[in-house]
Protein backbone atom coordinates (compact mmCIF):
# COMPACT_ATOMS: atom_id res chain seq x y z
CA UNK A 1 0.00 0.00 0.00
CA UNK A 2 1.11 3.25 -1.01
CA UNK A 3 0.49 6.69 1.56
CA UNK A 4 0.66 10.38 0.32
CA UNK A 5 1.58 13.49 1.80
CA UNK A 6 1.44 16.86 0.27
CA UNK A 7 3.29 20.09 1.45
CA UNK A 8 4.50 23.26 0.42
CA UNK A 9 0.98 24.89 -0.07
CA UNK A 10 0.56 28.39 1.38
CA UNK A 11 -0.60 32.29 0.86
CA UNK A 12 1.61 34.19 -1.60
CA UNK A 13 0.87 37.15 -4.06
CA UNK A 14 0.23 37.01 -7.23
CA UNK A 15 3.84 36.46 -8.82
CA UNK A 16 4.86 34.40 -6.67
CA UNK A 17 6.35 30.93 -6.44
CA UNK A 18 5.51 27.92 -4.71
CA UNK A 19 7.08 24.19 -5.11
CA UNK A 20 4.74 21.64 -3.60
CA UNK A 21 6.18 18.36 -2.87
CA UNK A 22 4.37 14.74 -2.63
CA UNK A 23 5.63 12.33 -0.51
CA UNK A 24 5.70 8.93 -0.96
CA UNK A 25 5.55 5.63 1.55
CA UNK A 26 5.03 1.71 1.64
CA UNK A 27 4.92 -0.36 -0.78
CA UNK A 28 6.80 2.44 -3.96
CA UNK A 29 7.27 -0.20 -7.02
CA UNK A 30 5.64 -0.51 -10.51
CA UNK A 31 4.50 3.35 -10.66
CA UNK A 32 3.75 4.21 -13.99
CA UNK A 33 3.07 8.16 -13.47
CA UNK A 34 2.89 10.50 -11.28
CA UNK A 35 0.36 13.47 -11.91
CA UNK A 36 -0.71 16.75 -9.79
CA UNK A 37 -4.36 18.19 -9.76
CA UNK A 38 -6.38 20.91 -8.70
CA UNK A 39 -9.74 21.97 -7.26
CA UNK A 40 -10.93 25.27 -6.76
CA UNK A 41 -13.99 26.07 -5.05
CA UNK A 42 -17.50 24.86 -6.63
CA UNK A 43 -14.89 23.41 -9.65
CA UNK A 44 -14.47 20.10 -10.96
CA UNK A 45 -10.98 19.00 -10.27
CA UNK A 46 -8.51 18.94 -13.18
CA UNK A 47 -5.05 17.68 -14.35
CA UNK A 48 -2.13 20.66 -13.83
CA UNK A 49 0.61 18.30 -14.71
CA UNK A 50 1.90 14.78 -14.96
CA UNK A 51 5.18 12.89 -15.45
CA UNK A 52 5.81 9.18 -16.62
CA UNK A 53 8.24 6.73 -15.78
CA UNK A 54 10.43 7.33 -18.59
CA UNK A 55 10.48 11.13 -17.96
CA UNK A 56 7.71 12.72 -20.46
CA UNK A 57 5.91 15.58 -18.91
CA UNK A 58 2.38 16.81 -19.84
CA UNK A 59 1.20 20.32 -18.59
CA UNK A 60 -2.41 21.88 -18.44
CA UNK A 61 -2.46 25.02 -20.95
CA UNK A 62 -3.46 27.38 -18.07
CA UNK A 63 -0.23 26.76 -16.33
CA UNK A 64 2.30 25.83 -19.08
CA UNK A 65 5.96 27.69 -19.25
CA UNK A 66 5.11 28.73 -15.60
CA UNK A 67 5.15 25.41 -13.52
CA UNK A 68 7.48 22.30 -13.78
CA UNK A 69 6.85 18.74 -12.12
CA UNK A 70 9.65 16.23 -11.16
CA UNK A 71 10.32 13.35 -8.99
CA UNK A 72 13.37 11.40 -8.11
CA UNK A 73 14.04 8.31 -9.61
CA UNK A 74 12.81 6.51 -6.43
CA UNK A 75 9.24 7.76 -6.83
CA UNK A 76 9.48 9.07 -3.02
CA UNK A 77 8.99 12.47 -3.81
CA UNK A 78 7.52 14.30 -6.32
CA UNK A 79 7.38 17.98 -7.05
CA UNK A 80 5.87 20.96 -8.64
CA UNK A 81 7.68 23.90 -9.21
CA UNK A 82 4.57 26.97 -9.53
CA UNK A 83 6.50 30.54 -10.77
CA UNK A 84 4.18 33.58 -11.82
CA UNK A 85 1.11 32.67 -9.58
CA UNK A 86 -2.04 33.61 -10.13
CA UNK A 87 -5.01 34.55 -8.53
CA UNK A 88 -6.64 31.70 -10.27
CA UNK A 89 -4.11 29.51 -9.44
CA UNK A 90 -5.66 29.38 -6.13
CA UNK A 91 -6.99 25.85 -5.14
CA UNK A 92 -6.34 22.41 -3.26
CA UNK A 93 -3.70 20.86 -5.18
CA UNK A 94 -3.58 16.95 -5.12
CA UNK A 95 -0.76 14.55 -5.96
CA UNK A 96 -1.68 10.98 -6.85
CA UNK A 97 0.69 8.02 -7.93
CA UNK A 98 -0.57 5.39 -10.90
CA UNK A 99 0.12 1.92 -8.87
CA UNK A 100 -0.28 -1.48 -10.13
CA UNK A 101 -3.10 -1.28 -8.25
CA UNK A 102 -4.61 2.04 -9.56
CA UNK A 103 -4.17 5.37 -8.65
CA UNK A 104 -3.73 6.68 -4.49
CA UNK A 105 -4.45 10.20 -3.65
CA UNK A 106 -2.93 12.40 -1.24
CA UNK A 107 -5.28 14.50 0.97
CA UNK A 108 -4.31 17.74 -0.90
CA UNK A 109 -2.65 21.25 0.40
CA UNK A 110 -4.51 24.22 0.09
CA UNK A 111 -2.64 27.07 -2.64
CA UNK A 112 -4.33 30.73 -2.01
CA UNK A 113 -2.61 33.53 -4.47
CA UNK A 114 -3.57 37.06 -3.55
CA UNK A 115 -3.66 39.71 -6.32
Known amino acids: QVQLVESGGGLVQAGGSLRLSCAAS????????ATWHRQAPGKERELVASITAGGSTNYADSVKGRVSISRTHTWNTVSLQMNSLKPEDTAVYYC?????????WGPGTQVTISS
Open 26 to 33: GRISGIRA
Open 96 to 104: SLNTPWGAV
